[in-house]
Structure formats: C-alpha cells, structure tokens
T-cell receptor
C-alpha cells in the first residue's frame, strides 16, 4: 500500500531557529513530491520536486529530494512566527489520475 | 497558478440532510479532485472528478454517499449525502495544471 510519512508530527521552536521537516514515502508510481503550507483551510503550494539532489529554494525555505532513499526534507532558516502552520508533504501518484497521497503533516509552532 | 473558488465556505447541517459543495476554477483544467480533511488529520482523497465520465472513487468512498458532478472543464460539485456527525470535516477541491495541484479555500462542514 502506498504511503507517505512525515516527522516529526509536531515541533515547537523559537524565532530565529532553523528547522528540518522530514518526509519519507513508499509510492509505486512516483511522479513528483510536493510541499504545502496549511495555515487555515486551503494548503498553499511551496515546492515541487522531481529530481534527486536538486535543491529548490524560496527565501528562507529550501527543499531537496532523494529518490534513492525515498525521502525529502524541508528546511526553514531564521524562523518567524508567521511560519507557524501545518506543513504537508504529498506524492503525486503517476497513475491514470495524478492523484496526491498526503502525509500526516508536521505542525510547526514558532514562539516569539 | 489557478484560482479556485468554493461555496459555501462553511455550513452547519442537521443529520440526515445533504449538502452540495460547488467548485469553480478560473480556467479549463483536465483533472479536478475532492479531498476531505477531518479534524486534526491530513488530507484524504475522496475522488477524481472526470469531465464527461463518472468520478473515480478511492477506497472507502462510494458514489451513493458522495455523488460528484463534472459538467464542464471549469466546474464540479460534491454532495455529502445523508450526513452524520462523522462527516464533519473540511472539504477541499483541487485542480491540476501543468502537473501542479492548487487548492480551493475549502468548505468547513459541521453536522449536528
């Protein structure tokens, strides 16, 4: 059965800290891996990763994929209170419908 | 990115009734998806809405409970039928464009 597992489930840090969120997967028809940030209702897109070893960066956020070891990490440097959210990892199942298989999410709380 | 709207944004319903949620995308898309996010949990795919054919349902979800329409390439509806308190959840519509998936703002449903 396909699955996506994220760790830790929750994390509390102080402003300025650096955090690393983990996502491992076992998906038969892997196409790509996506990271989302969810603050209220709708997840907002952060990154899409398809190739191993190529880091994607956006400001203080960066992410990388390892297709051999089947995992991805999301790094956030110099965290701010506005980074507090649930971070979701999802794998695109490259079957007939390109459906997303979501992980459990990591709840990040950044304290002042 | 795609702009996706959903309505209603929230509703409180009595058990045994049905609610239809609408999802509108700002341009034509091939694939549309319906997800459920129960309290404290990650997103679970309910079904893929195919234009011109029946929806494809995931394990654990059936058409009688969650009928879906997809009359054209920009619009879809999800009906939650014969509701019970266990159906209280956020329901999210998403659309795929250029292998990225974008989410609507979600519908927060509470069943009493």
């Amino acid at each position: 059965e396909d699955k996506v597992v994220q760790s830790p489930l929750s994390l509390v840090v102080h402003e300025g800290d650096t955090v690393t969120l983990n996502c491992s997967y076992e998906v038969t028809n892997f196409r790509s891996l996506l990271w989302y940030k969810q603050e209220k209702k709708a997840p907002t897109f952060l990154f899409m990763l398809t190739s191993s070893g190529i880091e994607k960066k956006s400001g203080r956020l960066s992410s990388i994929l390892d297709k051999k070891e089947l995992f991805s990490i999301l790094n956030i440097t110099a965290t701010q209170t506005g980074d507090s959210a649930i971070y979701l990892c999802a794998v695109v199942d490259g079957g007939a419908t390109n459906k997303l298989i979501f992980g459990t999410g990591t709840l990040l709380a950044v304290q002042p | 990115s795609a702009v996706i709207s959903q309505k209603p944004s929230r509703d409180i319903c009595q058990r045994g009734t049905s609610l239809t949620i609408q999802c509108q995308v700002d341009s034509q898309v091939t694939m549309m998806f319906w997800y459920r996010q129960q309290p404290g949990q990650s997103l679970t795919l309910i079904a893929t809405a195919n234009q011109g054919s029946e929806a494809t349902y995931e394990s654990g979800f059936v058409i009688d409970k969650f009928p879906i329409s997809r009359p054209n390439l920009t619009f879809s509806t999800l009906t939650v039928s014969n509701m019970s308190p266990e159906d209280s959840s956020i329901y999210l519509c998403s659309a795929e464009r250029a292998i990225e998936q974008f989410f609507g703002p979600g519908t927060r449903l509470t069943v009493l």
